[in-house]
């Protein structure tokens, strides 16, 4: 006899002793279903049975068939009869069953009906019962309207009172679930992988992804190529998202996601759509001692050095004729992708004196309205 063979006896023998104690989950397979009753085969000698009202469907119609197989909770045992459950609260049920429940740690199904004071008011199986904001969801409860008039499953940890003092958990239950969840993800997950997920929270440096048993974090620096200011310009809680899985730390609860690679690296294409000598308008995002940095799109910006700046006159500072936030109109100088690198011009720089003859002329020609950088600088210059 094998080892695998004699283990599996071996349990077999403790199961039938008695190993099978009301609150146990078991894998069943329905051997018949009469009337409301489905009969269950748990691999013991006499069969289990369970209210067929918990497999039916909002038409009334049986999900389940003979031969299927389902989990199920042993919930007690009635003279010398063993009583089944997917869960508490489906139906009907007594306080004798919702008791057993909270003895045995089987979940319950109850509708959240409206919130009371410190948490929410929970019906289930036609009894009322409380459930602390605390132990509504494994995060901080932020909007408690998003959990009204919904059915979640919920454990009973406090039953008194004969049924007039029930106090619930909903994090309980997903806290299990969670945690069956992240031993399948780390079996699964691996680094450079794009996975979908949920946003859960917003905050300044980033937003948490809720990727089905486990939370990423998305930093502010990964939520697009461009600079990103605020998170929520980006991002909204509850909204679903493709991702992709940066670094992996089990041991520390961190798993470090991407937004930003889902998507095309705009200088991927930068050699194509900023050759050298080309002309675009672009918008001011930062000033700097040695000059300006220039958003030609978001996560490509280029330098516009402040020894270019000026029109012809020393400044000592690019703020004297440029402001952040502002438009301008620049010429591409010298492009190095390898290094992410883009010098920038005026769009009528010469490089010389000479060049400030030419402005007026070129201005002349062009709408009033859009002006170039030296049109710009010139006015600046008359101002001082």
């Not at 397979?29 to 006499?46: P, R």
């Not at 007594?94 to 109850?110: K, M, T, W």
């Not at 940066?246 to 294409?269: F, Q, V, Y």
């Not at 502002?326 to 492009?335: F, N």
Request: net charge negative; glycine share 10%; charged share 30%.
């Amino acid at each position: 006899m094998t080892q695998e063979r004699f283990e599996e006896l071996f349990d077999t023998r403790n199961i039938g002793r008695g190993k099978l104690q009301p609150g146990d989950r078991v894998r069943a397979t329905v051997a018949g279903i009469d009337g409301e009753n489905v009969f269950l085969d748990v691999g013991l000698k006499s069969e289990g049975v369970m209210s067929a009202a918990e497999v039916r469907n909002s038409e009334g119609e049986l999900t389940i068939r003979p031969g299927d197989t389902i989990e199920v909770f042993l919930l007690s045992r009635r003279g010398g009869e063993m009583i089944f459950t997917t869960r508490i609260g489906s139906g009907q049920a007594s306080l004798q069953e919702l008791e057993d429940a909270f003895h045995s740690g089987i979940p319950v199904e109850g509708k959240v009906t409206g919130e009371v004071k410190g948490g929410f008011s929970v019906t289930m199986a036609g009894q009322r019962a409380f459930c602390p904001y605390s132990q509504m969801d494994v995060r901080r409860v932020e909007d408690p309207e998003e959990y009204l008039d919904r059915t979640f499953s919920f454990r009973i940890i406090e039953f008194s009172g004969n049924g007039r003092n029930i106090i619930v958990s909903a994090r309980a239950i997903l806290e299990e679930e969670r945690a069956r969840q992240r031993e399948e993800l780390q079996q699964s997950l691996e680094e450079g992988m794009q996975v979908r997920g949920t946003v859960t929270s917003i905050r300044d440096f980033g937003a948490f992804v809720d990727l089905g048993g486990v939370d990423g974090l998305i930093p502010i620096s990964e939520m697009a190529w461009g600079q990103t200011e605020r998170v929520d310009d980006i991002l909204s809680r509850g909204q679903e998202v493709e991702v992709v899985v940066k670094r992996l730390d089990w041991e520390n609860d961190r798993i470090s996601l991407s937004l930003r690679e889902t998507t095309e690296n705009p200088w991927d294409r930068v050699q194509e759509n900023y050759p050298v000598g080309s002309v675009h308008r672009a918008r001011v995002s930062r000033l700097a001692a040695f000059g300006a940095f220039v958003t030609l799109e978001p996560g490509v910006d280029g330098l516009l050095h402040i020894s270019k700046l000026g029109a012809g006159r020393r400044i000592n500072h690019p703020r004297e004729v440029l402001e952040a936030g502002q438009e301008i109109t620049v010429r591409i100088d010298g492009l190095d992708p390898e290094q992410r690198r883009i010098s920038l011009v005026p769009e009528d720089y010469a490089g010389n004196d000479a060049a400030e003859e030419e402005i007026p002329q070129a201005r002349d020609t062009r709408p009033r309205s859009m002006g170039t950088l030296g049109d710009l600088l010139k006015a600046q210059m008359k101002k001082k």
